[in-house]
Nanobody
Framework: QVQLVESGGGLVQAGGSLRLSCAAS????????MAWFRQAPGKEREFVAA????????YYPDSVKGRFTISRDNAKNAVYLQMNSLKPEDTAVYYC????????????????WGQGTQVTVSS
């Protein structure tokens, strides 16, 4: 099992940047594909970014490609999401997620979730 704790959310103006962190417990962090999802009020949970467990390949939807960067540090049991050029539509609760397997973009395929961190982008 793995436990996840996010941090780094907050209020930022449009065009600004934030860096989210996700700290994972356990000694087998490197076996998990890691991802970030977000959920705005009244909307479904949305895939934001993922990084593979083996070669560090990264995946993004078009909505954040070129603005967001996911990375992982297996030595520190951590995954990060650097968010640049933020827009008001990026406002949501951001969740870190893990699954024991390859990267997928469907939220229900992830077994472990953090509690979420709020990101608010003002216009």
């Amino acid at each position: 099992q793995v436990q996840l704790v996010e941090s780094g959310g907050g209020l930022v103006q449009a065009g600004g940047s934030l860096r989210l962190s996700c700290a994972a417990s356990g000694r087998t962090f490197s076996r998990y594909a890691m991802a970030w999802f977000r959920q705005a009020p009244g909307k479904e949970r949305e895939f934001v970014a993922a990084v593979s467990r083996r070669d560090g390949s990264t995946y993004y939807p078009d909505s954040v490609k070129g603005r967001f960067t996911i990375s992982r540090d297996n030595a520190k049991n951590a995954v990060y999401l650097q968010m640049n050029s933020l827009k008001p539509e990026d406002t949501a609760v951001y969740y870190c997620a893990a699954r024991d397997g390859v990267v997928v973009t469907l939220f229900h395929e992830y077994n472990y979730w953090g509690q979420g961190t709020q990101v608010t982008v003002s216009s």
